[in-house]
Nanobody, 118 residues
Framework: QVHLLESGGSVVQAGGSLRLSCAHS????????LAWFRQAPGKEREFVASIMWSITDYAESVRGRFTISRDNSENTVNLQMNTLKPEDTAVYYCAAGPNLSRSEYPFWGKGTQVTVSS
């Protein structure tokens, strides 16, 4: 069983920054892809960013503003979010899976709320 626990969600003003962190229980983290997804009220969950080894992928809506990183010594994957916009408001979820993709993740956290006020 893989456990994922997100933290760092908060209320922030538009233009501000926030850093999300996800603690995971993966024993061999390097062979897993780690990703962030988000779900806004009334919308489907959408891909935000992923990382495997040193390869990263970003949704177009966050490219250049968000940065995903992993710390294998701390068993975390982080999402640095800059220049936040009200449309970034969502519950953000951490996910883990065997391949770097935008959809195939069998393991999920419970999410952390990010609210961006205008």
């Amino acid at each position: 069983q893989v456990h994922l626990l997100e933290s760092g969600g908060s209320v922030v003003q538009a233009g501000g920054s926030l850093r999300l962190s996800c603690a995971h229980s993966l024993r061999t983290a390097n062979v897993y892809a780690l990703a962030w997804f988000r779900q806004a009220p009334g919308k489907e969950r959408e891909f935000v960013a992923s990382i495997m080894w040193s390869i990263t992928d970003y949704a177009e809506s966050v490219r250049g503003r968000f940065t995903i990183s992993r710390d294998n010594s701390e068993n975390t994957v982080n999402l640095q979010m800059n220049t936040l916009k009200p449309e970034d408001t969502a519950v953000y979820y951490c996910a883990a899976g065997p391949n770097l993709s935008r959809s195939e993740y069998p393991f999920w956290g419970k999410g952390t709320q990010v609210t961006v006020s205008s």
